[in-house]
């Protein structure tokens, strides 16, 4: 059986497991592989692919880490720098970026050999192993699938105090000769606004990744299903669970992207959340509000409602889950779907509807039911 595909930018894939390259004979081929196993490649290398299809395995596979959030430009003082936050948590900057921030050229400076081209003199090389030998790795650009589905050199955000630190070494050790002044007062600007910032704190403001990581200061009342604190962000709603969805809508999937019709929200809150005991998604919804945001004309969450979910709360509803998207894959479209799921969760609905008699509140008849919008067009 085929286990590969062609998309348009392989390295956009929100649900891919890894997203790299195959190296064969120095031709890279890149690939994103996906939950199922399947590899997807850019339809562009098709004809690449077919030829080296047979010499495609782990053994020359090279993982490439991808940015999470776009990119977006972080202002100190008046110097711009490009930057981004990758899935191992790392925040990067682009490399010509950091060269424009450091007044220098990223085209015909010299180089030395064994250090990366952000070391362009023999004293700094010298300073960097005696100062920061570890960190030689650390100021070494490398291959980023950024979030546009392309890929780029970025450097590691520490790369920026690591620089800076050997300029104002260097300067204390008379070492700054009259080509590199202009370099070491940018690097005072930049150090003495980081000293009081922080590069994290900066990328995360500039990205607005604090939103996507889930910072929330919200107390949570404490519930069995309910946590106290914001759980960290894990991937529970898996592709095959969208693209499921899709399918028994008769819409094409597209696993490129994650954005998604604005009727999943209201299916999930009626197939998913209201399947968890009484009063959880009135409670989820009330913590973590829908904000209506002028930017894109829509309304969405700080967070994702099963981030407030405690441990229990996480094993049922990937309980819950696994057993909604097997009744999916045994539909034959949406109509046939509804019935299949009355009958395989017959019992569950009627639990549920005998916990809110026993409460004295409404019946399952009375829950509210989530108006899903048919036409999509």
């Known amino acids: ?87 191992d948590g790392r925040r990067v900057i682009k490399d010509t970026s950091l060269f424009t921030a450091l007044d220098r050229k990223r085209k015909g400076e010299t180089r030395r050999e064994g250090f990366p081209p952000i070391i362009g003199s ?8 005696e100062m920061y030998p570890e960190h030689l790795t650390t100021i070494t650009p490398f291959e980023v699938a950024q979030f546009n589905g392309k890929t780029g050199k970025w450097y590691d955000a520490n790369t920026i105090p690591i620089i800076c630190d050997l300029y104002m070494e260097a300067e204390k050790r ?42 929330d200061e919200l107390q949570i009342l404490l519930q069995e299903f309910i946590s106290e604190e914001l759980r960290e962000y894990s991937k529970e709603f898996d592709s095959e669970y969208f693209e499921q969805i899709f399918r028994i809508y008769g819409k094409p999937y597209d696993p490129t992207t994650s954005k998604r019709p604005l009727f999943f929200a209201g299916f999930t809150t009626t197939y998913v959340y209201n399947m968890l005991p009484p009063d959880v998604f009135e409670m989820l919804d009330e913590m973590n509000p829908r904000i209506y945001n002028s930017k894109t004309g829509r309304a969405d969450r700080k967070s994702k409602l099963f981030q407030h979910l405690s441990n229990d709360g996480i094993h049922y509803l990937r309980s819950h889950l696994a057993g909604l998207t097997s009744v999916m894959k045994l539909s034959s479209d949406k109509d046939d779907f509804k019935g299949k799921f009355r009958l395989v969760f017959a019992d569950k609905i009627n639990r549920i509807e005998r916990m809110k008699r026993d409460a004295n509140q409404m019946s399952i008849d009375d829950i509210r039911e989530v108006e899903i919008k048919e036409d999509l067009d």
């Open 1 to 87: 059986m085929k286990k590969y595909g062609y998309v348009e930018k392989c390295l956009k894939m929100p649900h891919a497991k890894q997203v790299g390259c195959f190296e064969v004979n120095n031709e890279k081929i890149y690939v994103a592989i996906y939950e199922n196993g399947y590899n997807y490649f850019n339809r562009e290398q098709q004809e690449l692919v077919e030829k080296r299809i047979s010499n495609l395995g782990n053994a020359n596979f090279i993982e490439i880490p991808r940015a999470v959030v776009s990119e977006a430009d972080l202002y100190i003082g008046d110097t711009k720098l490009e930057c981004s936050v990758l899935n």
């Open 122 to 129: 023999k004293s700094l090389a010298a300073l960097l192993m």
């Open 174 to 215: 008379g070492l700054i000769t009259t080509s590199q002044h202009h370099v070491l007062d940018k690097a005072k600007i930049l150090l003495r606004s980081l000293a009081r910032l922080g590069i994290t704190a900066l990328i995360d403001e500039a990205t607005n990744y604090q939103s996507i990581r889930g910072k």
